[in-house]
């Protein structure tokens, strides 16, 4: 059954603030994440660290982050979303506050596991939040929002954590921002939204909801996108700092600004797709032709852009690295619209925690098979070469493999 917009509704205030409660707890998500590639070369230099012990440490995040996004989308699912996030919040600001403190590999690869297990129930819950209180032509808006804050968190690591990080050193800019980051959770907690989906509605046991999704084409197709996507992004997000200092011998307040802005391409460009793609359906056009026609350009493009940015000049490379970043963002809010428009409110949980748990074994590999390349080859030009090849391969599964944008029918038998 197809439902039709005449018109669009506008988003409601109370709305509108657990739309910004929740940006900016990927905001933090995503500062949290990417705060190590910052401090990389310091951390580098003071722990006597390889290139290849470096992407262990940059990768070792998306270990636990994958691994458990399949029980926190269950969780989601079983229990409050609002919660759920609330508890998770509070476990990796934790996290973030006491790698300020360490002194040994070891330990700080201890403190980012524990902080890829708690980050995990992030977009499952705010998937599963969107599918229950937003429409169709409302959540590309929706979603870029928290697209924004995917990309100006890494922004602000990057740009405001890089000039910190150099004028006060790397420690109490880890300490600082876990203490701080825990005020989140007055305001979350007094306004985050109630539960208005049914228990009996949902799966009665975390396996029955899991071999639901796992027998769609489209989670596949979602998955493989994803996990080419992420390729691209995580390679940003872990070693754009070290390469603009290794190789094109920027200054790190310079990699900084640039890392900085890159990013901000990104949340403008992400906005903009939102708004796009909920006019355009608004318009007419089916959430199939608008949101994976974003979708795939988006994908595809970005890969290409950072391969010749990585054979150009120094100006030229960093128009051509602001350009990629930018077409990542084109792409963000419409893959999260997209999971949420398939899954509907009733598995939101478990098929996001599924196609991120594909997804994000990117950022297990990526950043380390690029800590290898560079050691092997002394530069960066076959990471980048690898990384544009599969971001082409994330544009084709989008296309060919994701079937049209709409409800699945959960209680319809699937055909084999």
Not at 381 to 388: K, Q, R, S, V
Request: proline share 5%; with cysteine; hydrophobic share 50%.
């Amino acid at each position: 059954m197809t439902r039709s917009f005449p018109s669009r509704e506008r988003i409601s205030f109370a709305s509108w603030r657990v739309l910004a409660l929740l940006g900016f707890a990927i905001f933090i998500n995503f500062v949290d994440r990417g705060n190590l590639s910052i401090a990389a070369p310091l951390l580098k230099d003071e722990l006597h660290l390889s290139a290849s012990q470096l992407g262990i440490l940059l990768s070792s995040f998306f270990w636990t982050y994958a691994l458990c996004a399949i029980p926190a989308g269950t969780l989601v699912d079983r229990f409050d979303p609002g919660w759920t996030l609330a508890v998770g919040f509070l476990l990796w600001s934790c996290a973030t506050s006491a790698t300020g403190l360490v002194h040994s590999f070891a330990v700080l690869l201890s403190l980012r596991l524990i902080l890829g297990m708690a980050e995990a129930v992030a977009f499952p819950a705010y998937a599963t939040i969107l599918a229950r209180h937003f429409r169709e032509d409302q959540r590309g808006l929706a979603n870029s929002v928290g697209s924004v804050a995917q990309a100006t968190g890494p922004a602000a690591a990057t740009f405001a954590g890089g000039l910190l990080i150099a004028r006060l050193g790397w420690r109490p800019f880890f300490v600082l921002l876990g203490l701080t980051s825990l005020l989140w959770l007055i305001p979350w907690l007094r306004w985050m939204p109630r539960s208005e989906s049914s228990v009996s509605a949902r799966p009665k046991i975390a396996y029955e909801g899991i071999v639901k999704v796992l027998k769609q084409p489209s989670a596949w197709g979602m998955c493989g996108g994803l996990f080419c996507g992420n390729y691209v992004l995580y390679l940003l997000l872990t070693w754009l700092p070290f390469y603009l200092v290794h190789e094109r011998h920027f200054s790190l307040t310079a990699t900084a600004k640039i890392g900085g802005g890159a990013f901000l391409c990104k949340a403008v460009a992400a906005l903009a797709s939102g708004w796009l793609s909920d006019i355009w359906i608004a318009a007419g056009a089916t959430p199939t032709l608008a949101r994976k026609t974003l979708l795939c350009f988006g994908t595809g493009f970005s890969g290409v852009l950072l391969l010749m940015a990585s054979v150009s000049a120094d100006r030229p490379c960093v128009i051509l690295l602001l350009a990629g970043s930018a077409c990542m963002g084109l792409c963000t809010p419409q893959a999260h619209a997209v999971n949420q428009s398939l899954a509907g409110p009733q598995l939101a949980g478990t098929w996001i925690s599924l196609v991120l748990f594909v997804g994000n074994f990117s950022g297990i590999i990526g950043p380390t098979v690029t800590g290898f390349v560079v050691d092997r080859t002394g530069h960066f030009f076959w990471a980048f070469a690898l990384t544009a090849g599969i971001a082409c391969a994330g544009a084709i599964s989008y296309g060919f493999f994701v079937g049209p944008v709409k409800p699945i029918e959960w209680n319809r038998p699937v055909s084999t």
